[in-house]
């Protein structure tokens, strides 16, 4: 691949706890933002971070690998998992930051309307209640290496270990993680089956509908 080689991460409010990593060059990234724009999404992505690489089909195809488990299609570039993951990796590369002018490309190519409607989705959508996501008082949480649980202990936290918490604090905890650690907890435990996080997004697809 010639010219400046990029590996991007993207998310979609249309798309709630999915994340786009791929790849393009600051000569093509243009033509490719607009091409992700009109594949039927109804807002334009966000750039949660682009960078400049040395070599961007290796790039992508470690992380491709890496996060294999969590993706939705093989034939897609789309994976079940936070952001923050995916860039933590990358910036372990000491690579050059190029967010910005990604970011400015997708904003320069969005219409007024569109950015406007994006911005509304994140705002509307609510934080994580369990009584609202009828995960009752007193449920146990099960983490998905199925070694360890939680139970629910009000409307937002959980017991662990004896000690009441964030579920996010909990996640952290289990996975050996600084407190600081960014992530979203909800793909990690499931509830009669179902994660927290589709537990969430099937209520939030309600919520729309409404």
Known sequence: MSGLQIVYVLTNPAMPGLVKIGRTTLEEVDGRMKQLFSTGVPVPFDCAFACRVPNSVEVEKALHHAFGNVRINTNREFFRIEADRVISILKLLHVEDATQEVESVIEADATKADLQAAESMKKRRPRMDFTELQIPIGSVLIHKNGDAQVTVQGAKTVVHEG?????TSATR????????????????WSFNDKTVQEIYEDWYAELEAE
């Open 173 to 188: 905890k289990v996975h050996g993680l600084p407190e600081n650690y960014p992530l979203q907890p909800s793909p990690f």
């Open 163 to 167: 000690i009441e918490c964030s579920l």
